[in-house]
């Protein structure tokens, strides 16, 4: 994904944020789906399915995997707000999202060729750890990136797993 669409994710992230209350540390996920008036709703969905987002005339509804980690659910109706906003809100069109659980990306989604999912993906990460926040906190606590310790208080502050503060701070340029 190119940088200019990758800011135009994280602008538009942040903006939902300040709109609706949202914008501190943990970013309230239920909140800002109520907001935009999706309905979330936790259901076991069997081990290969985190969550899927049903809209049928302009309403939504996003059920995620109860079975998962609570910051794996977080990250699931995260990234179901992204389909949400980037791919359907402003359209009459019905649309069912189906997001499986991938544990270790394959070659199709780590080369991007599904490219809703990537920007449904970039918009998770950007609604739960957006770039101006994660800056903040890393100077205000003065955070070493590079001590584990640091990075696992950094993604505790966040409410997301470890894996997903690095793929972060990576993608921000932050971590190496």
Same mark, same amino acid.
């Given at each position: 994904? +190119?940088?200019?669409?990758?800011?135009?994710?994280?602008?538009?992230?942040?903006?939902?944020?300040?709109?609706? !209350?949202?914008?501190?540390?943990?970013?309230? $996920?239920?909140?800002?789906?109520?907001?935009?008036?999706?309905?979330?709703? &936790? %259901?076991?969905?069997?081990?290969?399915?985190? !969550?899927?987002?049903?809209?049928?005339?302009k309403?939504? &509804? $996003? !059920?995620?995997?109860?079975?998962?980690?609570?910051?794996?659910?977080?990250?699931?109706?995260?990234?179901? $707000?992204?389909?949400?906003?980037?791919?359907?809100?402003?359209?009459?069109?019905?649309?069912?999202?189906?997001?499986?659980?991938? &544990?270790?990306?394959?070659?199709? %989604? %780590?080369? @991007?060729?599904?490219?809703?999912?990537?920007?449904?993906?970039?918009? !998770?990460?950007?609604?739960?750890?957006?770039?101006?926040?994660?800056?903040?906190?890393i100077?205000?606590?003065?955070?070493?990136?590079?001590?584990?310790?640091?990075l696992?208080?950094?993604?505790?502050?966040? +409410?997301?797993?470890?894996? &997903?503060? %690095?793929?972060?701070?990576?993608?921000? @340029?932050?971590?190496?």
């Open positions: 994904m +190119n940088k200019q669409k990758l800011d135009q994710i994280e602008q538009q992230a942040e903006k939902i944020l300040r709109d609706n !209350g949202a914008w501190h540390v943990p970013v309230p $996920i239920d909140l800002v789906a109520h907001r935009l008036n999706l309905k979330t709703e &936790a %259901s076991v969905l069997g081990d290969e399915i985190s !969550g899927l987002l049903v809209v049928e005339k309403r939504g &509804a $996003i !059920g995620y995997n109860s079975t998962h980690a609570p910051v794996r659910q977080r990250f699931t109706v995260a990234h179901e $707000i992204g389909h949400y906003v980037m791919h359907v809100k402003d359209s009459t069109r019905s649309r069912l999202f189906i997001d499986r659980f991938v &544990a270790f990306r394959d070659d199709e %989604s %780590s080369a @991007g060729n599904d490219w809703e999912e990537v920007e449904a993906n970039a918009f !998770g990460a950007a609604l739960l750890m957006p770039a101006r926040l994660v800056r903040e906190e100077k205000k606590h003065n955070l070493d990136l590079d001590d584990e310790d640091d696992n208080s950094l993604a505790k502050q966040f +409410n997301v797993s470890t894996s &997903a503060m %690095s793929y972060r701070l990576v993608n921000l @340029g932050l971590l190496r």
